[in-house]
């Protein structure tokens, strides 16, 4: 059974930083394109940042760009978000989600891709 679990998450002033962590067990990290989402409190869900299969091919929304870096240890089956700089619009719970794929150089940020989720972790800027 394939399992994602988000950690990493919390309240942090803005200007701060986080570092989230998706865990996957239950099948090999690598097999998968792995993706964050968001969802803000009255919003849709929001595709932020993706990351293939090798590392080679990452996307980052408009709005996250030069702030969120992804990246991934296949070793340890976690792929990590860092956030920096971070602003109250960031507020809300991230999501990991992956797409097994063949290809090891495509990612994507479609939330209908995507197979299997974790369960979210919370993240809420505020002073």
């Known amino acids: 059974q394939l399992q994602l679990v988000e950690s990493g998450g919390g309240l942090v002033q803005p200007g701060g930083s986080l570092r989230l962590s998706c865990t996957v067990s239950g099948r090999p990290a690598d097999l998968y394109a792995i993706a964050w989402f968001r969802q803000a409190p009255g919003k849709r869900r929001e595709g932020v940042s993706c990351i293939s299969r090798n590392s080679g091919e990452t996307e980052y929304a408009d709005s996250v760009k030069s702030r969120f870096t992804i990246s991934r240890d296949n070793a340890k089956n976690t792929v990590y978000l860092q956030i920096d700089t971070l602003k109250p619009e960031d507020t809300g719970v991230y999501y990991c989600?992956?797409?097994?794929?063949?290809?090891?150089?495509?990612?994507?940020?479609?939330?209908?891709?995507?197979?299997?989720w974790g369960q979210g972790t919370q993240v809420t800027v505020s002073s």
């Open positions: 989600a992956v797409k097994r794929l063949e290809y090891v150089s495509l990612c994507f940020l479609s939330a209908d891709e995507f197979d299997y």
